[in-house]
């Protein structure tokens, strides 16, 4: 009869070394090894998801101060160009109490012929004209200029005012 029974145990194809004894204790040694290793990716992911959130408010933090840089920097353009302005207004009163000539220049060689005297009354024109045209299109490019700035100020403050809603929000 153990005879019969070693000669059942080889025709089922198993080896004298394998034992359910062998199995199970593998099996217990996977089950360990897969309860530290999902034990580690939770920790691991924990601490990620922790650096994440502080990274996150980091660079709020920095956006906020940007903003906060950029409105003040806004805020001084307008009184730089407010003080520009009141110069050139200042200047351009100073300068209709006396005659106004275009260009002037001290050495304007003579003319040595009417071909060159006209050519230099056409340049004259010319010259005039462009300037009553920059004239008119200062003012229009400083209003110009300055609307851009107070539009990028209270963009800044409209972004900041969003950011500070969609934070309280989330939180």
Same mark, same amino acid.
């Given at each position: ?5 070693? #000669? ?5 194809? @198993? ?39 502080? @990274?996150? /408010? ?12 950029? /409105? ?49 009354? #056409? ?46 929000? /989330?939180?």
């Amino acid at each position: 009869m153990a005879l019969r029974s070693y #000669i059942l145990s080889v025709a089922s194809d @198993h080896d004298a070394w394998e034992s359910a004894g062998w199995e199970a204790a593998w099996e217990q040694t996977d089950e360990l090894e897969r309860e530290q290793v999902l034990g580690l990716a939770r920790r691991l992911a924990d601490q990620r998801r922790r650096q994440q959130a502080e @990274h996150v /408010a980091e660079l709020e933090e920095l956006k906020r101060g940007l903003r906060e840089r950029a /409105a003040e920097v806004s805020r001084r353009e307008l009184e730089v160009e407010r003080r520009y302005r009141e110069l050139e207004d200042r200047d351009a009163r100073a300068k209709e109490g006396r005659l106004s000539r275009p260009f002037r220049r001290a050495e304007r060689p003579a003319a040595p012929d009417a071909e060159q005297a006209y050519a230099t009354e #056409i340049l004259t024109r010319r010259e005039a004209e462009l300037e009553e045209r920059q004239a008119l299109l200062d003012p229009r490019e400083r209003t110009v200029t300055e609307r851009e700035t107070a539009l990028r100020a209270r963009e800044l403050v409209v972004e900041e005012a969003e950011l500070s809603r969609t934070q309280r929000s /989330a939180s």
